[in-house]
Each structure stands twice: as structure tokens, then as C-alpha cells.
């Protein structure tokens, strides 16, 4: 059974069966007399090409009706039953399986073979014309529909493929943000914890904060993973973190060791949900990279108008240098890039007159 799955095979077998009958009906058919030899080569000509009617359609449709036109030609055009299934079956092929141009060569070389075969028949009346010429046009035309349709298909599945896996870049785009932001915040005050050991109210105060990260990090996984169980909506998880949540993310932030300072200029509420979380997103990854590869200070500015909103957060390059790129970081700053390349915005980020800089910009225009 599975070799009948193999078009190869299935008309390799289609071929087989229909020479047989052609064979059969050449030797025995009372009207193949005298011509049996002439015959049986025209009928195996229409026959055997068939079983490249995919691979080869136009060239396998041209055989066909070369045996076609040649028992045409042999004698009076006889009645016999696998002339019909071999010229369907061919025309078909050449519309299902042939480019636009040579499927319609096809169909004017099958018309051509009816004629001369309409003309070898005997007492030939217009039906004797019509009749297979308007069968094997239909052959052709359900074959050449079914072209069309496989395309559509073919178009439709490349576009749910491309769906598919830009929900999966921003799902992963999404878990490394809360993980690396969330996991590198909980290391850097457990380090700060262990430091202040000897120290019950600055230990305390160490862990306190290591609950509330590891908190606002299960929250906010609750959410994402709500979202992709079956029957939920984002609107029935929590809400995704936006810039009216910045003030909690400094706080985290300077919980762990990092001084930052911000600057808001304009009203951040009412952002597109997309817009604010993807700003959100790009403050949270620049904070995530200070802490991790710097410990020094940060200064972050969100500025607000009417086409957009931009990002900026700087951080004094430490004495060791700054890599952000390294030990994997280099993901988060990609992930921001394209996080803002998604809404037409702009993205940069690297070293300026002794500060690292990451910048990013918005625009609001285009952002239904």
C-alpha cells in the first residue's frame, strides 16, 4: 500500500494497465484488421508515456496524441475503449502538472489530434468533432483548476508556516526577556544576600526582594503560558507589562545594586498595547545587560509625541570594558532589534564617548 502512494509507481501501474487493454483490444478488435502490427506500436505509443504524465506532461501528452494521430492515420479511426481513459487522463496531466504556456500548447496539439482523428471517421458528422474535443478541453480545464487550487493551498500553507514561526520568534523573544531580566535580578540579590549575611536587616531586606522578583517573574510566565492554552485568550490572562509598570522595573532594578535614574517626558498612557510592551521590553533587556556585564549606574529617557515614542538608556562603560554580546547576551540585544524592527521603528546600540547606549524609536502612525 505504501508503494501506491508513490505517483511514480501509481503511474507507472496506471501505464501497465491501460497498454494491456490496449494491446488487447488492438490484437482482437475485428476493426484492427490488417493493421494489427501498425496498430499495436500506435497503441503502445499512447500508452506507455503515461507513466511520466507528472514529471513530463507536455512531452507525455505529445506521445499520446502522436499515437493517436498515427492510428488516425493507419487506417479508418477504430472503437475502442482505451482511447477515451488515455486521452482524459493525458490532458488532465498537462493541465494539472505543466506551466501556463506549455499546458496550452498541450491542449491546441490534442486538438489538432481530434480533427485529423474526426476526419479519418467514417461518414464523420460535427458531433464526431465536438464531442471529444469539448471532453478532453474539460480534461484539461478540471486539471488546470486543480493547478490552480494547489497553488492557493500551497500559498495558504506557506503563510500559516510564516505565522507559525513568528509566533514561536516572539514567544522565545518573550520568555528571554522575563527569564534572563527576572533570573540575572534574582542572582545579582541572592549575591547581595549572602554578602550581608552577618547582616539580619540588610539580609532581610536582600531576600525580601529575591521573593518579589521571583514573583513578578512566575506572573508574568503565568501569563504567556495562559495564552497559548487551548480556549485562552490574552484577554483572559494577566495583562502583559507596559511603561506604566516603569517604575516598578527601576525598583527592581535598583534593588539589586544598579543606581538608574529616569526621565519621562509626555503622557505614556494610552500606548498601543504592542507599542508599550515591545518599549517596555527594549528598557527591561538594557537594564537586564547593565546589570549583568557593567554594575554601574544607568540613566534611562522615554520622550512621548504624537508620531512616536523613544527609548534611550545609557550606562557608563566600565574599566573592564562592556560586552554585551557575550555569554549569550548578544540574543537580548537582537531581540530588541527586531522586537522594533516589527513596528518600522529604529534600533541602535553600542559604544559612544565612554557609554553604552542602546536607542530605540517607535513610531505611532502605523501602529493599529
Same mark, same amino acid.
Given at each position: 500500500m505504501d508503494a501506491l502512494r508513490r505517483p511514480a509507481i501509481l503511474d507507472g501501474l496506471i501505464a501497465a494497465a491501460l497498454l494491456a487493454l490496449a494491446q488487447a483490444e488492438t490484437w482482437l478488435s475485428p476493426e484492427t484488421a490488417g493493421r494489427r502490427p501498425e496498430a499495436a506500436l500506435c497503441a503502445a505509443l499512447m500508452t506507455v508515456p503515461l507513466a511520466w504524465r507528472r514529471s513530463h506532461p507536455l512531452a507525455s501528452l505529445t506521445a499520446v496524441m502522436a499515437g493517436f494521430a498515427g492510428l488516425a492515420l493507419t487506417g479508418e479511426l477504430p472503437t475502442v475503449i482505451f482511447l477515451l481513459?488515455?486521452?482524459?487522463?493525458?490532458?488532465?496531466?498537462?493541465?494539472?502538472?505543466?506551466?501556463?504556456?506549455?499546458?496550452? @500548447?498541450?491542449?491546441?496539439?490534442?486538438?489538432?489530434?481530434?480533427?485529423?482523428?474526426?476526419?479519418?471517421?467514417?461518414?464523420?458528422? @460535427?458531433? #464526431?468533432?465536438?464531442?471529444?474535443?469539448?471532453?478532453?478541453?474539460?480534461?484539461?480545464?478540471?486539471?488546470?483548476?486543480?493547478?490552480?487550487?494547489?497553488?492557493?493551498?500551497?500559498?495558504?500553507?506557506?503563510?500559516?508556516?510564516?505565522?507559525?514561526?513568528?509566533?514561536?520568534?516572539?514567544?522565545?523573544?518573550?520568555l528571554h526577556d522575563i527569564v534572563a531580566h527576572r533570573v540575572s535580578t534574582i542572582v545579582v540579590q541572592a549575591e547581595a544576600g549572602l554578602a550581608t549575611a552577618s547582616e539580619p536587616e540588610r539580609?532581610?531586606?536582600?531576600?525580601?526582594?529575591?521573593?518579589?522578583?521571583?514573583?513578578?517573574?512566575?506572573?508574568?510566565?503565568?501569563?504567556?503560558?495562559?495564552?497559548?492554552?487551548?480556549?485562552?485568550?490574552?484577554?483572559?490572562?494577566?495583562?502583559?507589562?507596559?511603561?506604566?509598570?516603569?517604575?516598578?522595573?527601576?525598583?527592581?532594578?535598583?534593588?539589586?545594586?544598579?543606581? @538608574?535614574?529616569?526621565?519621562?517626558?509626555?503622557?505614556?498612557?494610552?500606548?498601543?498595547?504592542?507599542? #508599550?510592551?515591545?518599549?517596555?521590553?527594549?528598557?527591561?533587556?538594557?537594564?537586564?545587560?547593565?546589570?549583568?556585564?557593567?554594575?554601574?549606574?544607568?540613566?534611562?529617557?522615554?520622550?512621548?509625541?504624537r508620531a512616536a515614542v523613544a527609548v534611550e538608556v545609557r550606562n557608563p562603560l566600565p574599566a573592564a570594558g562592556f560586552a554585551p554580546y557575550a555569554r549569550g547576551a548578544g540574543q537580548g540585544l537582537e531581540?530588541?532589534?527586531?522586537?522594533?524592527?516589527?513596528?518600522r521603528g529604529d534600533f541602535s546600540a553600542g559604544a559612544s564617548e565612554g557609554e553604552f547606549v542602546v536607542r530605540a524609536r517607535l513610531p505611532l502612525e502605523d501602529a493599529a
Open positions: 481513459p488515455v486521452g482524459l487522463l493525458s490532458l488532465y496531466s498537462c493541465g494539472a502538472h505543466a506551466s501556463a504556456e506549455r499546458a496550452v @500548447v498541450g491542449l491546441g496539439i490534442a486538438l489538432v489530434a481530434v480533427g485529423l482523428g474526426a476526419a479519418r471517421t467514417a461518414d464523420a458528422t @460535427v458531433t #464526431d468533432l465536438t464531442a471529444p474535443a469539448l471532453m478532453f478541453a474539460g480534461a484539461w480545464f478540471v486539471g488546470r483548476s486543480q493547478l490552480v487550487r494547489r497553488m492557493r493551498l500551497g500559498k495558504a500553507e506557506a503563510r500559516a508556516e510564516a505565522a507559525a514561526a513568528e509566533e514561536r520568534r516572539r514567544i522565545a523573544r518573550e539580609a532581610e531586606e536582600a531576600f525580601g526582594a529575591i521573593a518579589g522578583s521571583g514573583r513578578l517573574a512566575l506572573g508574568e510566565l503565568r501569563s504567556l503560558l495562559g495564552v497559548l492554552r487551548d480556549g485562552q485568550t490574552p484577554a483572559a490572562t494577566a495583562p502583559q507589562p507596559g511603561l506604566t509598570r516603569l517604575g516598578e522595573l527601576l525598583a527592581e532594578t535598583r534593588s539589586a545594586g544598579v543606581p @538608574v535614574a529616569a526621565r519621562v517626558d509626555g503622557d505614556l498612557a494610552g500606548l498601543p498595547a504592542e507599542i #508599550d510592551l515591545a518599549a517596555y521590553r527594549v528598557v527591561q533587556e538594557a537594564l537586564t545587560n547593565v546589570l549583568r556585564h557593567a554594575r554601574t549606574s544607568a540613566e534611562v529617557e522615554i520622550r512621548r509625541d531581540g530588541m532589534r527586531e522586537r522594533v524592527r516589527v513596528y
